[in-house]
């Protein structure tokens, strides 16, 4: 069975300190990892995704297949990056997307 | 369209009550899945449909829940009987063949009384 287990429900951190969000999976294969974001009043959109190892707004996520995780890092954290974020895993494309039950993140001045 | 267009945007129905909520996917997008965003729950799967396949139905919660696409492009989720846990924000997504990523709609807000 998949499992999407993000363990903390809100982080807080001040303006330019370092963030991690994590996130960890359960599944037997190789899955396909995910990061969405929701910003205040806004729709659901992807941030990343682990295949194009691409860093968005400044986040990296790095697939661990050892600890089976895929946690979230920005070095130094703004503002605007207040949002809920969640983790969402996939066996593939056929399917559809496991979600986490996010991450509540606010960054303080 | 230009992006994943849900309706209505609020629902507010008596228990018992039967609903509809309505999804407009991006033009083309052969994949539609609708999931329930609940406080403190995330997002919970519902249903998958991809192109003329049988959908998937294995997130349906009851039997007092169903949904269907027409003509491979608007889809219509339906709740019988209407509970108070039913409330919740309705999410629906679309992807396109060649994406990986969901394009989200804002989804409609449904709170049963």
């Known amino acids: 069975a998949q499992r999407v287990t993000q363990p903390e429900k809100l982080l807080s951190v001040f303006k330019g300190a370092p963030v991690e969000l994590k996130c960890n999976y359960s599944?037997?294969?190789?899955?396909?990892l995910f990061w969405y974001v929701q910003y205040s009043r806004q729709r659901l959109q992807l941030l990343l995704r682990h295949i194009s190892r691409e860093s968005i707004k400044g986040f990296t996520a790095d697939l661990n297949k050892g600890e089976t995780s895929f946690h979230l890092k920005k070095p130094f954290a703004q503002e605007e990056d207040s949002a809920m974020y969640y983790c969402a895993l996939t066996p593939n494309s056929g399917y559809a997307l496991n979600f986490g039950k996010g991450t509540s993140l606010l960054v303080t001045p | 369209g230009a992006g994943v267009s849900q309706s209505p945007s609020n629902k507010v129905t008596e228990k018992g009550k039967d609903v509809e909520l309505r999804c407009d996917p991006i033009?083309?997008?052969?994949?539609l899945y609708w999931y329930r965003q609940s406080l403190g729950q995330g997002l919970e799967f519902l249903i998958y449909f991809q192109g003329n396949s049988a959908p998937d139905k294995s997130g349906l919660p009851s039997d007092r829940f169903s949904a269907e696409r027409t003509g491979g492009s608007v889809s219509t989720l339906t709740i019988q009987r209407t509970q108070q846990e039913d409330s919740a924000v309705y999410l629906c997504?679309?992807?396109?063949?060649?994406?990986?990523?969901?394009?989200f709609g804002s989804g409609t807000r449904l709170t049963v009384v």
């Open positions: 033009s083309g997008h052969t994949a």
């Open positions: 997504a679309s992807r396109g063949r060649q994406e990986y990523g969901y394009t």
């Open positions: 599944y037997s294969g190789s899955p396909e």
